[in-house]
Nanobody
Framework: QVQLVESGGGLVQPGGSLRLSCAASGINNISVMDLGWYRQAPGKQRELVAGFTRGGNTNIADSVKGRFTISRDTAKNTVYLHMNSLESEDTAVYFC??????????????WGQGTQVTVSS
């Protein structure tokens, strides 16, 4: 079974930076998965922040474009979210999600447990 474990959250001042990590286990290579970062603020719906397709393409939400980037280390089976110029509106629980297809028509989704990011002075 695939497991995703996030880390790197915490309390940071406005304008600060954080790097979140999502380590995948139970899979040989994360390149076969779509992997993305989502976030959910209190009272709001969960939203996609940034993601990698299994083809290696990336997408970044307009709300964080220019401040956040996503990268991956396939040797470590880890995806990173690099967050700069953090704002109070970025406060949320950040989740990692992976999706894979084992055969045509199959789709499995996996969520991590989430990591809290709080931006406050």
């Amino acid at each position: 079974q695939v497991q995703l474990v996030e880390s790197g959250g915490g309390l940071v001042q406005p304008g600060g930076s954080l790097r979140l990590s999502c380590a995948a286990s139970g899979i040989n290579n994360i390149s076969v998965m779509d992997l993305g970062w989502y976030r959910q603020a209190p009272g709001k719906q969960r939203e996609l922040v940034a993601g990698f397709t299994r083809g290696g393409n990336t997408n970044i939400a307009d709300s964080v474009k220019g401040r956040f980037t996503i990268s991956r280390d396939t040797a470590k089976n880890t995806v990173y979210l690099h967050m700069n110029s953090l704002e109070s509106e970025d406060t949320a629980v950040y989740f990692c999600k992976g999706t894979r297809s084992r055969w045509p028509g199959d789709q499995q989704g996996f969520w991590g447990q989430g990591t809290q990011v709080t931006v406050s002075s």
